[in-house]
C-alpha cells in the first residue's frame, strides 16, 4: 500500500508494527500538505459507499480549517453547517 501512496506524491514514511494489536500497522504524516493528499488519496474518485464515515468527516474538516477543501464556495458553506451542528453546537438532551 506505501508504494501505492508514494506514488501518489506523499513522503515515504516508515511502517510501523503495533505492539499490543498485530497485525496492525500504521504510518504517520504531520504536515498538512501531505495529510490533504494522504486525504484525496483515500477519497477522490471513490464512491461514498466506500467511505469510513467517520475519519472522512474528520479529514473533510480539517481540510475546511485549513482552508485546503476543493469543494465551491456553496458546498463549503454547507458542510460548515453540517460540521458545526454535528460537533460544536450542543445537542437537545431530549432527542
Known amino acids: 500500500m506505501l508504494a501505492e501512496v508514494y506514488k501518489a506524491?506523499?513522503?515515504?514514511?516508515?511502517?510501523?508494527?503495533?505492539?499490543?494489536?498485530?497485525?496492525v500497522y500504521y504510518f504517520k504524516y504531520g504536515s498538512v500538505d501531505?495529510?490533504?493528499?494522504?486525504?484525496?488519496y483515500l477519497y477522490y474518485s471513490v464512491p461514498e459507499s466506500q467511505y469510513l464515515t467517520r475519519?472522512?468527516?474528520?479529514?473533510?474538516?480539517?481540510?475546511?480549517?485549513?482552508?485546503?477543501?476543493?469543494l465551491t464556495p456553496q458546498?463549503?458553506?454547507?458542510?460548515?453547517?453540517?460540521?458545526?451542528k454535528k460537533f460544536f453546537e450542543k445537542k437537545d438532551e431530549g432527542s
Not at 9 to 23: F, I, N
Open 9 to 23: 506524491g506523499l513522503m515515504e514514511r516508515t511502517l510501523y508494527k503495533h505492539k499490543r494489536h498485530s497485525p
Open 34 to 40: 501531505d495529510c490533504i493528499k494522504l486525504y484525496e
Open 55 to 70: 475519519k472522512h468527516e474528520i479529514i473533510e474538516r480539517f481540510a475546511l480549517e485549513k482552508g485546503r477543501s476543493n
Open 75 to 84: 458546498q463549503k458553506e454547507v458542510k460548515w453547517r453540517d460540521i458545526k
